[in-house]
């Protein structure tokens, strides 16, 4: 059974931190790349960062370079988005990932978390 599982998230004031982890299992994990996906209410779901299957390759959003950093640890089945200086417009759920092949494109992940909030109060 296939299962991505997050933890983290929360409320924080603006200019703070917080870190979204995501546990996988039922899939090749090490094989795989992962991304981060955030979606506000009336929003459509955007691409925050994503990660090669061997974590060498990252790419992000414009809106969150060098302030997010996605990272992860094969070994432990394990993807993290350490997100710094948090703005109140980085108030969405966020959501964890799975694809074959690193992409932006939301429809093109297979396996997808079960949603962590993250509310920065300005």
């Known amino acids: 059974q296939v299962q991505l599982v997050q933890s983290g998230g929360g409320l924080v004031q603006a200019g703070g931190s917080l870190r979204l982890s995501c546990g996988a299992s039922?899939?090749?994990?090490?094989?795989?790349?992962m991304g981060w996906f955030r979606q506000a209410p009336g929003e459509e779901r955007e691409f925050v960062a994503a990660?090669?299957?061997?974590?060498?390759?990252?790419f992000y959003a414009d809106s969150v370079k060098g302030r997010f950093t996605i990272s992860r640890d094969n070994a432990k089945n394990t993807v993290y988005l350490q997100m710094n200086s948090l703005k109140p417009e980085d108030t969405a759920v966020y959501y964890c990932?799975?694809?074959?092949?690193?992409?932006?494109?939301?429809?093109?992940?297979?396996?997808w978390g079960q949603g962590a909030q993250v509310t920065v109060s300005s």
């Open positions: 990932a799975a694809t074959a092949i690193v992409t932006r494109l939301p429809s093109e992940y297979e396996y």
């Open positions: 039922g899939f090749p994990f090490s094989n795989s790349a």
């Open positions: 990660i090669s299957w061997s974590g060498k390759s990252t």
